[in-house]
């Protein structure tokens, strides 16, 4: 093969790898948290038309697995790159390496809006239908000891004006409430199907999240993705079972279904890299970022 063809292939070779997708720098990275469903029951439900909408329109990561049962586990590797504990009653303070620590670290701002939090800086225990132990920020001793990271804890209601007056931070992590992301029935409700139930999370995204899309600073480089926390709890596969990612923006692929395996610390870490983080707690450290998900 002449000298001047393997030249042409190298640098042939070496532009492609310019054009493979990265993570893109986003100053609006907005995550929610559903529960306790598996990928089977979500992708495709008729229950669920608008999270459907978005994986038809984005991207959905079709090889996502949860780590453990059940939720904190997962909330703490999504987190913290770590499992801390498998106790949902857990009210101990932890002091394990945390994404809060790597975003002040890097002057990147944040809030976790939980809906049903009683109140700005609420770090005790379940006010039902709010549950500590999906928010765990509330936790961390970075924020339990510091009076200006405890106003970072807020209640879902503060969510809608800081959308409307452009001041969401740089990292959104939204948290709706227990009759409102799958794990219990509606509100009114004792009884119900799984289908209310998943129909109740996907009215309240709809409802909650759509508007992200009619933001502007979001549409120039937001980044929304919803996932869930765990499977059923017969569901085992890889510690937590099949969940579904959906994730969408400008710069996410569209109508694409990524077949790689992803799991909670894959995430956190996409989430940091997305921001401009540089260092990654526990696991997401090594772990792979959901690059293929993004536009080159």
Partial sequence: MRPRFLCFLAVVFLFSLRLQAQIPNSNHVVVVLEENHSYASVIGSGSMPYLNSLASKY????????????????????????????????????????MVQHMLTAAKTWHSYAESLPSVGYVGADVYPYLRHHNPFTFFSDVRNSSVQKLNLVPFSHFTGDLANNHLPQFSFVIPNAHHDAHDCPTGLSTCTDAQKLAAADSWLKANIAPLFTNAA?????????????SFTNDTAHGGGHVAAVIAGPRVKKQ???????????????????????TFPGAAASASSMTNVFLP
């Fill in 256 to 278: 694409f279904k990524s077949t790689l395996f992803y799991q909670h610390q894959s995430l956190l870490k996409t989430v940091l890299k997305a921001l401009g983080v540089t």
């Fill in 59 to 98: 991207a959905v990561a079709t090889q996502f697995y949860a780590n453990t049962h059940p939720s904190i586990g997962n909330y703490f590797k999504l987190t913290t790159g770590q499992i801390i504990t498998n106790n949902d009653t857990y009210t101990s303070t932890a002091t394990a390496d945390n």
């Fill in 218 to 230: 979001f549409q120039k480089d937001g980044i929304l993705v919803i996932v869930f926390d765990e």
